[in-house]
């Protein structure tokens, strides 16, 4: 009755890896029990999902082929393209947001075009947009950019706004640190930068007024939901957040945290299921309203059951 903290279903965002091909449903062997799955292999993941009561999606696509302008990101018959189509024709019920970045798609692994072995913002910020514009297009019901350039929201909203999808809302990545939790996710999505880092682009994880400015920046852009990433070790910034914007807040629970539950409940180490509740309470308790996991098939079901929520 006095419960603090209720979290619901429909909360809950589920990220998944559709890559290029036919019949592949890889296990992602640093993120074990998630897959990489072709078209036509999708399906089965998404009935599963629907089944579970979770309702959106986040796709992040592996093209077959990656060059320096990141062509695949934004071709009409893209991997993100395709999978689109074809899943909003066999489960127009689920919520599809895409991320919108250039790292996955780039020969180099880079979010940006690059000039020299700098990322260059505003070349990137074209291609950002049209990227968007093409997921849209191809039946996304949200984009969601991550790449961290400075503008980006900007350029999307723009694009969106000319090209008749006013309605198309962005949920932008604003507060995302240059982190050792996405290493899991670089294996998946094979999109470790070749040389160098992300912290020209993403944040130093010693700032938080910084965050607050980039949520700011975010929001006069027109971004419709700011989102905080990891979110285990960055509970204080979700709260920030919450107090310094109006706008929803959703919190990713990214790989790695995902990785160390896995490896340490395999062990036998600690509780899964205990676990999982426990951060993803912790999201929810910071003040996020919508928290993306690799879990969230899991916590439906615990929601259903009573055992959080
Ligand atoms: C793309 C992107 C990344 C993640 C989401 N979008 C990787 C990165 O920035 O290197 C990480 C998600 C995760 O670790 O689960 N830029």
């Not at 990137?124 to 503008?151: C, F, I, N, R, W």
């Not at 419709?224 to 204080?236: Q, R, T």
């Not at 509740?277 to 919508?290: K, L």
Request: charged residues 25%; negative net charge; contains cysteine.
């Amino acid at each position: 009755m006095v419960r603090e903290t209720r979290m619901d279903k429909a909360s809950l965002i589920y990220p998944m890896f559709v890559k290029d091909g036919s019949g592949i449903r890889e296990e992602i062997p640093s993120m074990a029990g998630q897959y990489r799955y072709s078209v036509d292999q999708m399906f089965y993941a998404l009935e599963e999902v629907s089944r579970a009561g979770v309702s959106s999606v986040m796709l992040f696509g592996i093209p077959a082929c990656k060059d320096e302008r990141a062509s695949q990101a934004y071709a009409e018959d893209g991997i993100i393209q395709r999978a689109l189509k074809e899943a909003k024709q066999r489960f127009p019920d689920l919520y599809y947001i895409t991320d919108v970045c250039l790292c996955e798609y780039t020969s180099h692994g880079h979010c940006g075009m690059l000039c020299g072995h700098e990322v260059d913002n505003d070349e990137t910020l074209k291609l950002l947009a049209k990227t968007a514009l093409s997921h849209a297009q191809a039946g996304a019901d949200m984009v969601a950019p991550s790449d961290m350039m400075d503008g980006r929201v900007a350029a999307i909203r723009e694009m969106l706004d000319l090209s008749g999808y006013a309605n198309t809302p962005i949920m932008s990545y604003a507060v995302k640190y240059a982190s050792g939790f996405y290493a899991p996710f670089r294996d998946a999505a094979d999109s470790a930068p070749a040389f160098g880092d992300r912290k020209s682009y993403q944040m130093d994880y010693h700032n938080s007024r910084e965050g607050i400015r980039e949520v700011k920046l975010d929001e006069e852009e027109g971004a419709d939901i700011i989102m905080v990433k990891p979110a285990l070790a960055y509970l204080d910034m979700i709260t920030r957040v919450k107090e310094e914007t109006s706008l929803p807040v959703a919190a990713y629970s990214v790989s790695g945290e995902y990785a160390m539950i896995k490896a340490a409940s395999k062990e036998g180490w600690i509780d899964e299921t205990q676990i999982v509740c426990e951060t993803a309470t912790a999201a929810y308790r910071a003040g996020a309203q919508c928290y993306l996991t690799y879990y969230a098939k899991e916590l439906a079901g615990y929601m259903e059951e009573g055992r959080i929520g």
